[in-house]
Nanobody
Framework: VQLQASGGGLVQAGGSLRLSCAGS????????MTWFRQVLGKEREFVAG????????EYADSVKGRFIASRDNAKNTMYLRMDSLRPEDTAVYYC????????????????WGQGTQVTVSS
């Protein structure tokens, strides 16, 4: 599957953004889809993810209650709604896909989008 992330931008603290990740192929619903983020000089970290059906979602503690991951399999697209954004959310956000259940490590994912920059100003 090929992935393309979009929707990043510059927003003030407390604001909102919605990221999208468009996937190709007919088997999009078979993939567990996740969002990771990376700050320059730091490791890429798990943010949120959704099961193939979208019925199950998981979040990093740092974003629980503020971010919502969802997907529309009819559109081959996954979303990340980000509210109450903080300066520490500033990062490049990547979407990723894998067959099988949710995993939290970068090495567990076979397919990656190109990343979209999110910058939160204080």
């Amino acid at each position: 599957v090929q992935l393309q992330a979009s929707g990043g931008g510059l927003v003030q603290a407390g604001g909102s953004l919605r990221l999208s990740c468009a996937g190709s192929g007919r088997t999009f619903s078979r993939y567990t889809m996740t969002w990771f983020r990376q700050v320059l000089g730091k490791e890429r970290e798990f943010v949120a993810g959704t099961s193939g059906s979208g019925g199950s979602t998981e979040y990093a503690d740092s974003v629980k209650g503020r971010f919502i991951a969802s997907r529309d399999n009819a559109k081959n697209t996954m979303y990340l709604r980000m509210d109450s954004l903080r300066p520490e959310d500033t990062a490049v956000y990547y979407c990723a896909a894998r067959f099988g259940s949710m995993r939290y490590q970068v090495t567990e994912y076979d397919y990656w989008g190109q990343g979209t920059q999110v910058t939160v100003s204080s």
